[in-house]
């Protein structure tokens, strides 16, 4: 079946504009998470979505982050007035709970480069 | 705030050669999940470990969840290249839902 797409794949954008990141999770995942993963590092937690619950929004970084996850299904990331610090793969992923395991199924990320 | 940590950060092993990367958490754990992500590629969900000193295995894959619920560890045995990639634990403290990644152990497999 398909998996969780992400889209752009690639976006370069000059600094101090303002990007929106679009996640499709799995049909009938009720959870969605939101990570970024700079150049060889870890992934750093940004944002949780669980059904109709208020998300954990305890990752962002700044104010200039924020996320919508409308209908409990698609997800945006928006990031607002662009640094270059921003620059890094931003992972959605969906959380569906098979066997008694809570496993994340990853989309392919976009690259995002801030110029 | 809460850490986990991997050690090595690189391990570079000679095709058939054994494998083993180390995960420790600053705070008890309910959890820890293990993920493997392939170079150009996405996170792929591996195990779910749940009981203190639980042990797991998949193949040529063994992972252990500590007695204290603070470290873990993931033993590959006779790598191959297949193997090649990013190896990340990552942890969840009861009453959350906010998985913290380990800094993760990048392993090169030569032929």
């Known amino acids: 079946g398909a998996g969780v797409s992400q889209s752009p794949s690639n976006k370069v954008t000059e600094k101090g504009k303002d990007v929106e990141l679009r996640c499709d999770p799995i049909?009938?995942?009720?959870?969605l998470y939101w990570y970024r993963q700079s150049l060889g590092q870890g992934l750093e937690f940004l944002i949780y979505f669980q059904g109709n619950s208020a998300p954990d929004k305890s990752g962002l970084p700044s104010d200039r982050f924020s996320a919508e996850r409308t209908g409990g299904s698609v997800s945006t990331l928006t990031i607002q007035r662009t640094q270059q610090e921003d620059s890094a793969v931003y992972l959605c992923?969906?959380?569906?709970?098979?066997?008694?395991?809570?496993?994340?199924?990853f989309g392919p990320g976009t690259r995002l480069t801030v110029t | 705030g809460q850490q986990v940590m991997q050690i090595p950060q690189y391990q570079h092993v000679q095709e058939g050669e054994d494998f083993t990367t180390y995960c420790n958490s600053s705070t008890t754990l309910s959890n820890i999940q293990w993920y493997k992500q392939r170079p150009g590629g996405h996170p792929v969900f591996l195990i779910q470990l749940v009981k203190s000193g639980e042990v797991k295995k998949q193949k040529r894959l063994t992972f252990q969840f500590g007695e204290a619920k603070k470290n873990s560890s993931l033993h590959i045995t006779a790598t191959q290249t297949t193997d090649v990639g990013t190896y990340f634990c990552a942890g969840l403290t009861s009453g959350t839902y906010k998985y913290i990644f380990g800094t993760g152990t990048r392993l090169k497999v030569l032929a």
């Open positions: 049909s009938g995942h009720t959870a």
């Open positions: 992923a969906s959380r569906t709970v098979r066997g008694g395991n809570y496993e994340q199924y």
